[in-house]
């Protein structure tokens, strides 16, 4: 391999891994979140070109961080070569103590954190806190996550410049927010990570049921915030959730990327890796004794599939349990309609309609195709094949994810 093709694969593994800790650590020495990944940005692009002609430094982190610091002086002498932020930043430069200050071992930790929670701040669209995390916390670029999302990469890139812009605009500091504050803003933070999970685990569009990488990512994020905030239960719950769903992930696609139905899947193919990290995860969420919260009894009912053999050997009544506890905690149609599922396979299908049936005659989930996809299955098992099909045939031209599509329809013809 080349040396320029050496240098680019160790900057892209250094940026994978530690650019949370660069933008952080920037942010916090420049007071700025837009200046701070500007400037690392630019310390990359002269990265690829320095390290291809004189190899990859001995440090790469901290040859980032100090070139991305000398970029942020050099911003702050052309704004004004007067303001007093730049003399006291050109000083420690000149001094050679600007190096400790950035780069605090002790703060690192931090660093992190107060980036996930600037990212998410509640001053932003919810939209922009998914674009705005997974840039600065995820690092990913914005052709990343607009192919993800499968939106334009310009819209992608307006959503970031907006937040940013917006953060500023609202003087959001770069700090962790006072330990009475931060509870009630982290479910902002789960929040966003759990969309991004969700449309990795199940793509609402596109012709792939599955985005690997996406759900992949909100897990690593996840994992890190758990390792960052060890007393909170919702925190382990949420990463819970998201190891015990990814353990199903080698068996819900077949070699063409045709989704599998749980009833169908392998469940030799499991990742029982990631069901023993989700079930530890599950274990300290519990271990707290707040009881489990809207994330936790999620993750406890994707434990109890992950115990079970079959379909046939899984403790339906012990999820409809859960489900009822979670949809006291957090009332949703999905909670209900979710509830349905469970019920249709601990007491039959007629018990199931009646509240599927109440979710329609309420008008609660207009425009999804998940209610007439549960309604349709339910007559199907109660013999009421011309309804069912109908119900199936108008989930399928609702459904914007092809390959879901395409397992409605399936449905709708074997009828």
Known sequence: MARADR???????VWRIESPRIVGALARYTGDLELAE??????VAEALVSWARDGTP????????????RRAIDSFRRRTARDERYALLA????????DDLLWDPDRVDDDVLALMFVACHPVLSPEARVALTL??????????????FLVPVPTIQARITRAKKTIA??????????????RSRLGGVLSVLYVIFTEGSTATSGDRLLREDLAYEAIRLARMLAALLPGEPEVYGLQALFELTA?????RTGPDGEPILLEHQDRRRWDRAAVRRGQAALAQATAVGRGLGPYGLQAAIAACHAAAASVAETDWDGIVLLYEALGRVAPSPVVELNRAVAVAMASGPQEALAIVDDL???????GSHLLPGVRGELLARLGRVAEARAELELAARLCTNTRERFVLLGKAADL
């Open 58 to 69: 001995a440090n790469p982190v901290g040859w980032l961080l100090a070139t991305a610091r």
């Open 169 to 182: 605009a609202a003087r959001v500091p770069f700090e962790l927010p006072p330990a009475e504050e931060r």
């Open 247 to 251: 353990a199903r992930f080698p068996a």
């Open 135 to 148: 840039r600065t916390v995820g690092g990913l670029t914005s052709e990343e996550i607009a192919r993800a």
């Open 7 to 13: 240098a680019a694969v160790t900057l892209e593994a």
């Open 91 to 98: 000083a420690e430069s000149q001094e050679g103590e600007g």
């Open 38 to 43: 500007d400037v690392a940005q630019e310390a």
């Open 360 to 366: 329609v005659a309420r008008d609660l989930l207009p």
